[in-house]
């Protein structure tokens, strides 16, 4: 890449600072889809706007806005990690998200289902079947998606299931096979994945397994949420989150006069919001 580093100092999310690395963003719209002619047309102008002190996260949305106006599908790989990492910062929203995304996969889904076993009762973040075969979700979101989901937590996982499942009045006539999936927007130990592989269980993190990842499962269905879209702010995205829009789909039957009327999102904001979508999922 052309552009060279300069001493910008940047802060991230966790409050650290760390120097402006243009470099590292020009790879980065690279490995989103861009030839190296429009990266690097991006990271000038993103380059260009950044001021000391300037947040993480407002060189992403300089750099989505900018990818928008180039390319619109490179735009969305770009954001797709940094909008699931966006649901946070408690988990809930990445839940309603992992519901989502499996029924768009063609699962029957049940969110926070209390299911008795045969020790204890136990409160189950996403209840997801197909045919016979049941699924007891556990949805593990991490504010730091470079962390890792630990094999301790497969384990406790599976152990729930298993409960579940020795219960006869949640399998009375022997018909329901039940498993264990673990979903997350981080990455698994190799520990975790070995357990896995032994017990059977079913695993999906951000880039694992290969070919069913959780990106890889976004991409297929186009289950993007809502946090990829450049225009939301903090604001819209709680105003439609409240009533359970968390995938960009979901906002697609609304118009810029209802997101305005049913959600009271500015309406400049909002026409910018139906635009994007419709672009989006074109």
């Known amino acids: 890449m052309t552009i060279k580093q300069k001493d910008k100092i940047i802060e991230k999310v966790s409050g650290k600072k760390v120097y402006f690395n243009p470099s590292k963003l020009c790879s980065s719209i690279v490995l989103a889809g861009a030839n190296k002619k429009q990266a690097e047309k991006i990271c000038e102008m993103v380059d260009a706007k950044i001021k000391p002190g300037m947040t993480t996260s407002s060189v992403f949305r300089n750099t989505l806005r900018a990818l928008v106006k180039e390319d619109l599908d490179i735009a969305v790989r770009y954001s797709i990690k940094r909008g699931v990492d966006a649901l946070g910062p408690d988990g809930f929203l990445f839940e309603k998200f992992v519901e989502a995304l499996l029924r768009l996969d063609g699962y029957h889904t049940q969110k926070n289902q209390m299911m ?156 910018k919001i139906q635009k994007e979508v419709a672009q989006l999922l074109k």
């Open 116 to 271: 008795s076993g045969r020790c204890v009762e136990h409160e189950i973040d996403v209840l997801a079947w197909k045919d016979r075969n049941y699924y007891i979700v556990e949805a593990k979101f991490r504010n730091d998606s470079s962390g890792t989901t630990h094999i301790n937590q497969v384990m406790y996982a599976d152990a729930r299931m298993k409960d579940i499942a020795s219960n006869k009045i949640n399998n009375k006539d022997g018909s329901r096979h039940f498993h264990t999936w673990v979903i997350t927007n981080a990455i698994f130990t190799e520990h975790a994945q070995k357990f896995a592989r032994c017990a059977g269980v079913r695993l999906t993190g951000w880039n694992y397994p290969n070919k069913d990842s959780l990106q890889s499962i976004i991409v297929r269905t186009k289950a993007y949420p809502i946090t990829v879209l450049p225009s939301l702010s903090r604001d819209a995205r709680e105003k439609l989150t409240k009533y359970g829009l968390v995938l960009a789909q979901d906002i697609l039957p609304y118009t810029k006069e209802t997101l305005i009327r049913d959600f009271g999102i500015a309406p400049q904001t909002a026409a």
